[in-house]
Nanobody, 121 residues
Framework: QVQLVESGGGLVQAGGSLRLSCAAS????????MGWYRQAPGKQRELVAI???????NYADSVKGRFTISRDNAKNTVYLQMNSLKPEDTAVYYC???????????????WGQGTQVTVSS
């Protein structure tokens, strides 16, 4: 089994910054794409940013230039640095990872439990 544990959410004023972290643990052989999604009240979950194991990063237009995704493969961890935060960034942020399992070498997607980010105006 694989677990994704997020941290770093909280309350911040508009214009402020937060850094989210998501650490994967368990029966991991390797991790392909990792990413962050968010879901605001009454809205569908949406992509924020993804980072493949190799290849181009992808950001939602609404966060380009303000958010930066990165990963530490040695720690099986993905980060999201969020700067110039706006009230419309308020949402529950979820980590996602496509993990290749030890032994079976099968790929499966996993989600974290979510971390609340609230930006006050």
């Amino acid at each position: 089994q694989v677990q994704l544990v997020e941290s770093g959410g909280g309350l911040v004023q508009a214009g402020g910054s937060l850094r989210l972290s998501c650490a994967a643990s368990g029966t991991i052989f390797s991790i392909n794409t990792m990413g962050w999604y968010r879901q605001a009240p009454g809205k569908q979950r949406e992509l924020v940013a993804i980072i493949p194991s190799g290849g181009r990063l992808n950001y939602a237009d609404s966060v380009k230039g303000r958010f930066t995704i990165s990963r530490d493969n040695a720690k099986n961890t993905v980060y999201l640095q969020m700067n110039s935060l706006k009230p419309e960034d308020t949402a529950v942020y979820y980590c996602n990872a496509y993990v290749v399992a030890l032994g079976t070498l099968r790929t499966q997607g996993y989600w974290g439990q979510g971390t609340q980010v609230t930006v006050s105006s």
